[in-house]
């Protein structure tokens, strides 16, 4: 066995450590998806060999419009792969591909293309190591952890033997290559000066799926939605760090900030909750990773009264209003004793927190005066916001996709539509109040 054949088993190790603890950084409606596969794949050519890899990808991604209603993605890709336990194959390139199927449109599939450069070490005395061009072509399940078929071809580019090589794969993608679908955030969003942050998903290792008599589609697309709950819920969790660490700048009172914190505390059992089922749905132990709360960027107090105020109405009277109304209405027809306790405390909770909300704007507004209040104003005066996310509806059969409560779009529409109304006329009794 060569130097190089040597050292490539714990390289391999470390690579595959690395695609279990895989962030899932990329959605469909992020700009950049980080995705990794494990492999095991047969190789015939100049010698049939059996094959153990791994493959890293990140991509940039291109989401349709109404005329190309699907995703689309292209960027850099590395693979290393231990041939016959004795040598092995590097290859880096360039990847890109897209959605096969429509979206929404049950199974969703992914078809990408590879373009690079290959390096194969020394098997034996009569095939020494050889560079050549990779070209490749791969089929993935959209999923949290879908299957992936694969087939590949090496044109060798050094000296003789010159016979090219092609290989067979079959493996398991942590990650689709093109991001994940986009779902609604439940509650108060962790918001940065870029904007709202959705925390990573970790996929950590096999789990024990949960026994249900889900068709494999309808199973992925609920795992999806619960581990998208997860990374709201986690992204909650600095979201309220950083609620109390403010309130306590601006000399709001002890209760508010006890209150924060407790709420910090709900939102960890959230995530424990929908990273569970997520988990057991998907056959494959998934956590988000949490995050750091946003660094304090108010320039002054009266500053942080009016964002505090305005995060209060958009994100607890609203958000977490909105997510209360959607988990009472998802209990409805829930029937897994799992998904029922979670979909129950999170309407509990959310109801609570959106009550918090209306304080911390009752007291922004009483502390800021002028500047709060026309502020506040414009906010609830002006045209209803969107619905938080803009997705259809899971697709699948209408009583497991209720049982593990999975809502209905014009039924998560009406929950915010509720929550809007009723909010406006609270908010306009709190404004005069003020």
């Not at 194969?120 to 095939?127: A, K, S």
């Not at 044109?155 to 986009?182: C, H, K, N, Q, Y």
């Not at 998208?228 to 979201?239: L, W």
Request: charged letters at 20%; aromatic letters at 6%.
């Amino acid at each position: 066995m060569s130097a190089r054949s040597r050292a490539l088993p714990p390289a391999l190790a470390a690579l595959a450590a690395a695609l279990v603890s895989l962030p899932a950084q990329a959605r469909a409606d992020e700009p950049f998806a980080l995705s990794g596969g494990l492999m095991l794949s047969l190789s015939f050519g100049q010698q049939l060999a059996f094959g153990l890899g791994a493959d890293l990808r990140l991509a940039a991604v291109l989401e349709g419009g109404d005329t190309v209603p699907r995703t689309m993605g292209f960027g850099p890709f590395a693979q290393a792969t231990w041939l016959n336990f004795s040598a092995g194959r590097f290859a880096v390139g360039i990847h890109g591909g897209g959605e096969l199927s429509e979206r929404y449109a049950g199974d969703q599939y992914s078809l990408d293309g590879e373009l690079g450069w290959t390096y194969r070490t020394r098997i034996g005395d009569q095939l020494p190591g050889q560079h050549g061009l990779h070209v490749g072509v791969m089929s993935t399940l959209e999923s949290p952890v879908g299957l992936e078929l694969s087939a590949r071809a090496v044109i060798p580019l050094s000296d003789e033997p010159f016979t090219p090589e092609g290989t067979v794969g079959m493996g398991l993608r942590l990650l689709p290559p093109f991001g994940m679908r986009a779902r609604p955030i439940d509650g108060r969003p962790l918001r940065s000066a870029e904007g709202v942050v959705l925390p990573p998903a970790l996929a950590l290792g096999p789990a024990a799926a949960r026994p249900a008599r889900l068709d494999r589609a309808t199973r992925s697309a609920l795992a999806g939605a619960w581990l998208d709950s997860a990374r709201g819920e986690c992204g909650s969790i600095p979201a309220f760090l950083a609620l109390a660490r403010d309130l306590a700048a601006v000399g709001a009172p002890v209760s508010l900030v006890a209150r924060a914190l407790a709420a910090l505390g709900d939102e960890v059992r959230h995530t424990a909750r929908c990273s569970a089922i997520a988990s057991a749905l998907a056959g494959w132990r998934l956590q988000p990773a949490l995050l750091p709360p946003p660094p304090a960027r108010d320039p002054d107090r009266r500053a942080a009264l009016v964002r505090m105020a305005l995060e209060a109405w958009h994100d607890g009277c609203l958000g977490e209003g909105a997510a209360a109304a959607r988990a009472r209405r998802s209990l409805v027809g829930a029937s897994d004793a799992g998904v029922r306790a979670a979909l129950f405390e999170i309407a509990r909770d959310e109801a609570q927190h959106a009550e918090l909300g209306w304080r911390v704007l009752a007291y922004c507004l009483t502390e800021g005066g002028r500047a709060v209040r026309e502020a506040v104003g414009d906010a609830m005066t002006g045209p209803a916001p969107a619905p938080p996310g803009d997705e259809a509806e899971i697709e699948g059969e209408r009583k497991e996709m209720e049982a593990f409560g999975a809502l209905q779009r014009a039924q998560a529409d009406a929950a915010w539509e509720q929550t809007w109304a009723a909010a406006r006329r609270e908010g306009e009794r709190v404004l005069a109040a003020a």
